[in-house]
T-cell receptor
Framework: KAGVTQTPRYLIKTRGQQVTLSCSPI?????VSWYQQTPGQGLQFLFE???????NKGNFPGRFSGRQFSNSRSEMNVSTLELGDSALYLC?????????????FGPGTRLTVL | AQTVTQSQPEMSVQEAETVTLSCTYD???????LFWYKQPPSRQMILVIR??????QNATENRFSVNFQKAAKSFSLKISDSQLGDTAMYFC????????????FGKGTMLLVSP
């Protein structure tokens, strides 16, 4: 099976712009989770989608949003970018139900905000 | 809320030796999963091993094994016969069994394997 894919792999944006990141899960996986990784804060959970519904959300401002499509592909959007949004954004997919909760990660999207 | 603590920011080991990485966690949940992930310089997060809290037996995957102490809320990773390719950041992670697919990560331990 193909693994989790994320596009683009690298992005450079300027403050105030918005950005959309995409994630394609492993075939058959219905859950997609997003995480932000920074040197200072480590890995932080953004949100999780299951069957097109947001099931859980982390403690991030409303500028961070996401959605999931009927084919389980997911996008996350960050509006009005700030310097502090520079990070590696990781997407992970899973079956989404116990006992098959194990998450498998994509290679990440490196976002740089100038 | 759950917390995961990795008290060793960095560790080093020589090839072929054995090393143990520590992880403790805090939760009021009875049923949960614990994971070790590795993140090499490529930044790809790779699953190393998984443990279900209801299982008494410690999980093993080839050279990787865990010591799961539920009462002590401890979950250490032992790497035997260390290889240069094991050089990576290792993250301990917690997931509740009930509810959703959400991982809570520790800060990570950077493991350097030298020749």
């Amino acid at each position: 099976k193909a693994g989790v894919t994320q596009t683009p792999r690298y992005l450079i944006k300027t403050r105030g712009q918005q950005v959309t990141l995409s994630c394609s899960p492993i075939s058959g996986h219905r859950s997609v989770s997003w995480y932000q990784q920074t040197p200072g804060q480590g890995l932080q959970f953004l949100f999780e989608y299951f069957s097109e519904t947001q099931r859980n959300k982390g403690n991030f401002p409303g500028r961070f949003s996401g959605r999931q499509f009927s084919n389980s592909r997911s996008e996350m959007n960050v509006s009005t970018l700030e310097l502090g949004d520079s990070a590696l954004y990781l997407c992970a997919s899973s079956q989404g139900r116990p006992p098959l909760h194990t998450q498998y990660f994509g290679p990440g999207t490196r976002l740089t905000v100038l | 809320a759950q917390t995961v603590t990795q008290s060793q920011p960095e560790m080093s080991v020589q090839e072929a030796e054995t090393v143990t990485l520590s992880c403790t966690y805090d939760t009021s949940e009875s049923n949960y999963y614990l994971f070790w992930y590795k993140q090499p310089p490529s930044r790809q997060m790779i699953l190393v091993i998984r443990q279900e809290a209801y299982k008494q037996q410690n999980a093993t995957e080839n050279r990787f094994s865990v010591n799961f102490q539920k009462a002590a809320k401890s979950f250490s990773l032992k790497i035997s016969d260390s290889q240069l390719g094991d050089t990576a950041m290792y993250f301990c992670a917690f997931m509740k069994q009930s509810g959703y697919s959400t991982l809570t990560f520790g800060k990570g331990t950077m493991l350097l394997v030298s020749p």
